[in-house]
Structure formats: structure tokens, C-alpha cells
Nanobody
Framework: VQLQACGGGSVQAGGSLRLSCATSVRTFSSHVMGWFRQAPGKERSFVAAIRWGTGRTYYEESVKGRFAVSRDTTKNTMYLQMNSLKPEDTAVYYC???????????????WGQGTLVTVSS
């Protein structure tokens, strides 16, 4: 299984970015796709997730109301719309796939390569 994340870049605070994560194989309704991020010197942390079948979404508290995770099942692609970006959102963002919902990295067995998001003040 290959995941390809893209869409990162540099923006000023208050700006927006949209990340995409394409999977090379079909993702089944039982799967959960997630976004994690890792800032320099920090551990990888949960950002958001979506159940592939139902579309139910989950968010880390600090991104609620600013980020929105979605998926297009016909394209096997997940998205993360990030609005009102803050400097503390600066990190490498990773997409991943798990069999069950979790907010820790371990249950996610397949990972994308990461895409860098830099937010300047």
C-alpha cells in the first residue's frame, strides 16, 4: 500500500492550504484514514481522521473549526483543508491508514512520505 501526500507549502498566518493523500490501492469502508503532524523536535501527533465508509470525522482539539478532513472514494483520495493557519501549525504532515480509529501513530500501519507546511507570522 502506498500513500502519497502533497499540497504543503509556505503561507502567512491566517492563510489556507489543502493537503491531499492519494492511495495506490482501494481503501475499504472499514479503514480509517488519518492525518498526523510532526514539528521539529516534537513527537508525531494526531490531527484528524475520517472513517472511509461512513465519512465520520475526528479532530484534535486545537484544529477544530479550522481544519476539515474529507475523502473522495472514487479517487481513493483524502483531503485536509486547513484554514486560519497559525505558526504553531508548522510541521511535516503525514497521512496514514489504519484498520481502527486511533489518535496514536502505532495502529496506523501505512504512511505517506510527509509534506511540509510552514506558517509564518
Amino acid at each position: 500500500v502506498q500513500l502519497q501526500a502533497c499540497g504543503g507549502g509556505s503561507v502567512q498566518a491566517g492563510g489556507s492550504l489543502r493537503l491531499s493523500c492519494a492511495t495506490s490501492v482501494r481503501t475499504f469502508s472499514s479503514h480509517v484514514m488519518g492525518w498526523f503532524r510532526q514539528a521539529p523536535g516534537k513527537e508525531r501527533s494526531f490531527v484528524a481522521a475520517i472513517r472511509w465508509g461512513t465519512g465520520r470525522t475526528y479532530y484534535e482539539e486545537s484544529v477544530k473549526g479550522r481544519f476539515a478532513v474529507s475523502r473522495d472514494t472514487t479517487k481513493n483520495t483524502m483531503y485536509l483543508q486547513m484554514n486560519s493557519l497559525k505558526p504553531e501549525d508548522t510541521a511535516v504532515y503525514y497521512c496514514a491508514r489504519a484498520n481502527e480509529y486511533a489518535t496514536t501513530p502505532a495502529p496506523y500501519k501505512y504512511w505517506g512520505q510527509g509534506t511540509l507546511v510552514t506558517v509564518s507570522s
